[in-house]
């Protein structure tokens, strides 16, 4: 039995997470995203490749998203409304409740900002939905006779998880996005050791080695707490989910550490709807905010006030959380136009940046001047500071999981193709296991070790669950403790456990395994005694008390007389 | 009742009665047994009918197996009936599955408890009914709870075992301890592995190094266990074998399997488990003898290229890439771990590698100083503790790029983390100008914000001044025209001049160059702030001499004359120019840094600690300050001083954890270090070419402090062994030779009181089991050679300095600690008591007295400059018997001047037991013999009536 394994989007690149697996006859799909830099037929997977015909219902048995990033998710309603794939699909819970959010976001931004033509509708999403199965975590379920899965802790955003799936004997995990280090609001990825034959890991930092978060925190809170103690405003301009509550709690926390007093504003829309689900949610977020959440839930920020428009232009230090974050419109152009004029005032900028949009323009050098359009421009006077949280794990913690769960194959996706190849090489040597990074729409075939089956007696079981210290203490008989101490008699205490067993193969059954006492009576045949004259020379007879000293009945009847 | 009861019981449990019947029989059994007030013989009996029940139920486990339990309840509770319960449960132990464990279960408790006042251990009762065939087939039990069960009695054994009783013998017992150790079940194996544990902890250092061999092979295979549990006693286990293997013979031999076990555990730190990440931490900060680059490895998550000069790693079978791979970092991902259980832990374990090695604890700085951001409270105070650690190791180079975050602190809303902070803040040494100037700005806005922490903030400025007295040179003009406006009054109310004022006394006092730079003026605004910079300052001197030190620089008329010069002598020379933290930094290479460290691994405070291993720590570092000895004879005052004040600090540092007990102890140390201290001064003093006539009067004072140290030592501690008390009287005997050498000759006085110590010394050594040293023979020789009468003959001085020896300290035994505290309530510079001049003028203070017989004389001594009055304490007067013991005194005190505003001093004397030798010339009305304080002396503020 072998792994097929088709990459159909993710494959040596970053966006439309996609891959089709096959293991024992089941074809699961992880993940089902869009790509977000294309606006043509590379905006999603080819999934023509899948099935020919367009029946994917029989083609697929499931498919399970393992986050709500739309690079995971974007395809979904796509694919199940308007391609017709009516089979269960499975996401946690926290991703059924935020992915709606979401994809409607981008279906509006697609229509109503840039007039598209819509490829799903309102009414798409919600349909879409109701077929979601939701997954806990560390639950395993059985989507059918010979499929389990089992959903792990990923970090990353909330509710995202990596994917435990097996068939049969053969099993294997799908990462997903994750983390291996703490944030403020989320824990680290956590998974068992298991045995694996496969891991698709994503591998966005496949070289990067990040240092400790706590830098990266303390640079932020530097350039904030400076800005604001020389009364100007801070202007933070994030994506609605995840970041924006990472960078709220770091603040909330460091106000009320550092009594601060100043104001710190939401905008409203998506932020605010998020901000309830994430205190619902609490079960999925960090340590922390889990074991403080009896006395007050983190996410009801203390230092945040309402915010309305009239306070763009009051006076006075402040910080205000925007949407969207790449400044590419909307609220936060509204406020970068009013705020970058003044050298006191500061905004932050993500990590990364589309191109064309303002937050690409004030990353790519320090520009003094931004045009907007042909009649619009703005000076830029304000400090800038660009963020470096990143949700995704570095190269270190990707090596750390692969040695962790030491599965017998790897495919990395997710990640930029000259990067992945470094890693894949780290991988092979290093760890010394079996890597790939395949294109979009290539197929590894990923051999698997074949297990046969076999029973075992409750007694053999037994005898294996412990061990024997008589034969021990017989084996040692002038074995005194005042010799030992000596390196001769401690290697005797070494752990050297055998289990000893006969296995029966019959025609029709599975082979079984059974103790040496058993074994006479599986065979249905009585015990014989073969006694023995001792009329030979001396020597031979030394030869026979060893024969005899091996305790217990013989192995097998009948034939033992004749070794003799 | 009993009776009845009883007769009951026996009717119910018949055979033939119900089996409702019997288990409510059972019940009132246990009600029998358990009660306190039955009888002897009605638990015995009870016991007596239960096991004759036994044999009458055979195979019916419902009755049986609470039968069983019951038993072993009462055998624990009623050691006398254990032995016939053992007799009755062992026939069970071969029986079928559950009788089997309950069985062991019993004889585990048993084993378990220790019977009251003395007796025969559970052990060695079983050990006379179990031998080693049946435990083994009871350890070779195909059945897991009897295994477990069996474990338990083992492992409880080797905890309680007197030396001559075991129930195996080590090798079978470890045999069976390794067998099942890598049993199908993780409960047995985690019971296993406890056991190893417990078994090498007992063994102890005489044990074989192949043994450690195989306990370690062992750990190491489970650390790919499948339970989180085993995983965690494995690295406990693997931890405990490295410190053996570093405690052993071979340790030299032993550094690159050293290496390999931090790496193992350090991989461990990356497990998945938060328990096991605990565990790792915790031993990792254990590790010793580690190579530099193996340590430094561990804070980089990059690889880091191995040194061409060591080829420890590719020596050792582990693949050299995944070696370096699996400690890289396991410190940055520890500091950033999601429990902060581990944070901390890891923070902590930090600070004690940080010891090994300079460049580990430069690089830890970096992380260290992150995490003062830390989100969880507990991490930012480990972190600030694991800095003052390394302060105290001289291991803290801060750098300007930490200031920031550090100096952020002090703004923290947490009062502890403030605090902890300006402690870490007093020892630093900060690295130029600039971030001197910043931190005494940051300083200053904090007493701003926060006044009611004036006193620990001038605490801090005192340090700094006097630590930094180079940049505080450069900076003394700019200070000066900040607070001295050309003409009119300097306002103290204001916190930034107060700040400044300080940090000028503090800094020329203990450079006195710098006095002559500053300002007579500055020194008189001092003189009002006296009493609030004192106890800053108080360190090494007191509020009286810092008012005759500024009074005789401000010019100033002092009021005590006399003792103006001779303060203001001893002022300077009690604070010699000693920065804290900038010592020539140590330049042992590696391994005798790591040597050291063994030393220090035990001073090390743990939130955990047990009274035990304070009193070890506590024992370590007196070891400490013995071996400064050598040190101090051949004139290398700096080095020792250098090490008996870090043994100071170590002790304050564990008095932040020590309660009770040991607080005696401890109070004793920090005496014993004091003393020390003194007379390593003393002996600086006393070289032979360097003898001046300045240096007199401070020898007289260090003399007299001594003394009165040396008493409380010898007094103050009641419950002290012989070896102590001799000790003791040994270095009282050395002060007299130091005071011969001043003198030069013996005044009839003194030669008695010479004489009585010495024959308490022979009193105590006749009785005792040490002999008098060679030093207190010689001496005694001396004084017979110079007879009575004033003796012609000098004493041969410095030959019996030559002779001293000072010997490891032997303790014994616990003894208690006579202290007293005392205050007048509501006193203080702002609320003087009022006082009509020339007439008396009543006080009243509460006192609190610690350990105090009714046979002890106390006294409350009240000065106000030259004129004395004593009180006497008459301590049946005040109630209770107890420990501590509360009261008020209200006493007038007569000799009230005529001044505006004055200053009494007071404090707690006690008087030494008489010795016969009484000096006539004592003030009659005050104590008789020799006296010593038992608390500070504390300051009560008075003002004439119509001043007010
Ligand atoms: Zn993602």
Redesign the interface.
Known sequence: MAIECLVLGAGQEVGKSCVVVSIGGKRIMFDCGMHMGYLDHRRYPDFSLISETGDFNSALTCIIITHFHLDHVGALPYFTEVRGYQGPIFMTYPTKAMAPLMLEDYRKVMVERRGEEEQFSHDHIVDCMKKVTTLDLKQTVQVDKDLQIRAYYAGHVLGAAMIYAKVGDTAMVYTGDYNM??D?HL??A????LQLDLLITESTYATT???????R??EF??AVHKCISGGGKVLIPTFALGRAQELCILLD??W????LKIPIYFSAGLTIQANKYYKMLIGWT???IKDTYAIRNTFDFKHVCPFDRSLINASGPCVLFATPGMISGGFSLEVFKQWAPSEKNLVTLPGYCVAGTIGHKLMSGKPTRIDIDKDTHIDVRCQIHQLSFSPHT?A?GI??LV??LSPKHVILVHGEKPKMATLKGRIQ???GIQCNDPANNETVLIPTTQNVKINATKMFM?S???????S??NS?PC?S?SS????E???L???E?VVEGILVMEKTKTAKIVCEDEFLQTLHVEEHKVQFEYSCPAEKCREQVSCQSNSGPPPSDGNFSETC | MERLLLERLELHLDPLSDERRRLRALASARALIANPDSSDSTCSSAVDTLIRSLDAHPGDPAFLRPALKLLGEAAVLHRPVAPSVIAAVRPFLKGGKCLAADAVAVLASIAESSPEGGGEGGVSLLASVLDEHLLLSLASSPISLVRSRILDLLVSSIGRAQSSVSLLRPHLMLKILLGLAVDLYPLVRRAALDGIMAFCEVAGSDIDSSIIDCCYDCAVELFRDEDELVRSAAVRLVSKCGQMFAASKERTANTERMDVIFVQLCSMARDMSMKVRIEAFLALGKVQLVAENVLLQSLSKKVLGIRSGSKTITKCSVNESKFSLSAAGAFVHGIEDEFYEVRTIACKSLGMLATFSIQFADNALNLLMDMLNDDAEAVRLQTLQTLFHMATHDRLMVQEKHMDMFLGLLADISALIRRAARKVLQLMMLPDIKTFKFTIDCLITNLETYPEEEEDIFFVLCFIGKNHGNFFAKLAKEFTQEIVPSYGELSLDSPRVAAIVVLFISSCISNEHLTCNIPVAIFSYAVSLAGRISCPLGNATNRHSLMAYLCHHSEIPFSDAALKSEMAEEMCHSWPLRNVISQVKVKENMLSMNEMATHLEHSQTDVEQTDEELMQSIQSILEKVVETWPLIKSHCSHEARRTLRTCKEELEMIAWNVTGSLSALLEFALQYVQIIQLIAEMWEKLQPKMSHIVGMITLEVLLEKLNMALRRMRYGFPGLSREVECHIIELTLLGFVFRLCKVGACSNFMLKKLQAIISRAEFLCVEGSSKLSEFAKELLRSCAKGGTGETSQPFPVYKLLELFNLEQVPFAGRFRCIKAELQVLGNDSENPLPVVSGLPVGITFQITVHNISNSDRLWLRMAVGVSVQYVFLDLCQFTGRDEVRSFAVNTPFYATPKVPSFLLRACILMECPSENVTDQKKDQRGPKNDIFLLCEEIDVYLVKIDYR
């Not at chain 1, 956590?190 to 050791?193: G, L, N, V």
């Not at chain 1, 294996?464 to 008589?470: E, K, P, T, Y």
């Not at chain 1, 030992?484 to 390196?487: I, L, N």
Request: proline share 2%.
């Open positions: 280090t703490p403020r824990g680290a956590q998974i068992d050791r080695i990040r240092d400790s978060k706590y830098a925190e303390r809170l530097k926390d460091y009320e550490r550092m009594n960090s340590q922390k570095d270190k090596m750390d040695e962790f040597s290093e760890l037994r294996c669950s412990h061990a024997d210290f008589h021990v203490k040692l074995l403790d030992f101490g000596d390196s008699a401690s290697n205490v070494r752990n456990k």
